[in-house]
Every structure is written in C-alpha cells, then in structure tokens.
C-alpha cells in the first residue's frame, strides 16, 4: 500500500524538521509532505534546505484548508492511506504501525489517535478537556458512537475517507465535524491509545476565549451535521 503522511504546517520553523524526522526514523515506509499555509516566518525555507517534500500555499487557507489540500494530493498521486499529522512536535510517528494494523484488522475508514483512552501523556487544558467530554458526549447522543478524542489531529484514513474529504472538508476546527460526518454516513471510526507531548515550540493559536467560540461553534456544527 502507499501510503503518505500530511502535515500542515502555519509557522512551524522551530518544531518542523524535528516532526519530520521523527516520522522518518519511525515509519521509513511512509511518503510525507508538509502544507505549508502561507507561513509568516521561514518554514517554507526550512523545508527546502532540509529537502523535506512541501507544497507552497499562495493564501492562508486555514487548518480545514491546509489538510484538504493534503487530502488532494493524496488522492491524485494514489495513495491507500493518509495520515494527518501535527507540524508542532505533539504526535509521536511510533504510533503509525499500530494505527495502520487497527485500520486493517478492523477494516476502518477512519483511526484516530486518542490521549483520553489511557490518559498519559500531555492531556490538553482545563477548558479543551471540558470541550472534549462535551464533544465525547455529542457523538454518543446523536451518532450512537462516543469518540473520546474527536479533537485529535493525529487520525489515519483510508482510500474511501480519502474521496470523501476532498469533496467536502469543514473549514474551521475541522477534526469533530469530519468525525461526526463519517458517523452520519456509517463509515467505521476507531480509536486507538497514543501518548501525546506537550507542544514542543511557540503558542497554540487558540485562546482561552478562541476555547469558548471553539466551543460553541462546533457543537452547533455537530447539531447542523445530525440534521442533515
């Protein structure tokens, strides 16, 4: 199978060449490419000097955007599995070949990483984790399938995911609305454990009150997504 990893990267240039080593050292099997969103510092530099495979965004897409155009690649270059990836140093490559054996055992579309199901590791804020129970909740209520850590951006996808998201991917904060969408659409979502760190470089670009909107704007997400 081939199989690529996505990573989308928005001034990334402290923590981006440690990510991709990373990946290589631990999943040599795997083709990777960087999304470089309109960076205003030098990770695109960085990518070239380091020969790390990256494809130039001329505009800030955002994340939705960023994974998207992964997700497009993939696609046109036929790939059987994708992986979406932080740039940020927080999700560990050691976990891909048991991501990849779940998504082949259990026949999945969808595997994603989750911190929540042995709780070690770097377990996020005060007020993310609150989000998450309710989004853990949401899932649970109107899909019939609780997901500990929709938030997760470490997730695994086959061939069918990879068609449906390039036709149709969420803009902003997309990780539970495109968790929810597979569930209204009865494809298979898996978790499995991984151990997560703390983000290595630089802040994370939402806020205490970004938390909130968060929040708010995708449960009413969820709730348009159940209606559909």
């Known amino acids: 199978m081939k199989k690529l990893v996505i990573i989308p990267a928005f001034n990334e240039s402290e923590s981006i060449v440690h990510t991709v080593r990373n990946i290589q050292k631990c999943a040599p099997d795997y083709d990777l490419i960087v999304i470089n969103d309109c960076s205003k510092d030098n990770t695109l530099q960085i990518c070239r000097d380091n020969d790390i495979p990256v494809l130039d965004l001329p505009i800030n897409l955002g994340i939705g955007g960023a994974v998207q155009t992964g997700y497009l690649y993939a696609m046109m270059n036929h790939y059987d599995i994708a992986v979406q990836m932080d740039g940020d140093g927080q999700h560990d490559a050691l976990y891909l070949k048991d991501m990849e054996e779940t998504l082949v055992r259990e026949n999945a579309d ?20 609150i989000g998450i129970g309710i989004f853990r909740f949401l899932t649970g209520t109107l899909f019939g399938k609780a997901v500990t850590d929709a938030t997760s951006g470490m997730r695994m996808s086959n061939r069918r995911t990879i068609e449906l998201f390039v036709k149709d991917y969420p803009r902003d904060y997309p990780e539970p609305e495109t968790v929810c969408r597979l569930l209204r659409k009865h494809y298979k979502v898996v978790e499995v454990p991984v151990i ?33």
């Open 110 to 129: 969808m595997v994603i990483g989750s911190r929540f199901i042995e709780k070690k590791g770097f377990q996020s804020s005060g007020v993310r984790r």
């Open 196 to 228: 997560m760190k703390e983000r290595e470089t630089g802040t994370s670009s939402i806020s205490m009150r970004k938390s909130v909107y968060y929040m708010v704007k995708v449960t009413l997400a969820i709730l348009i997504e159940r209606l559909r």
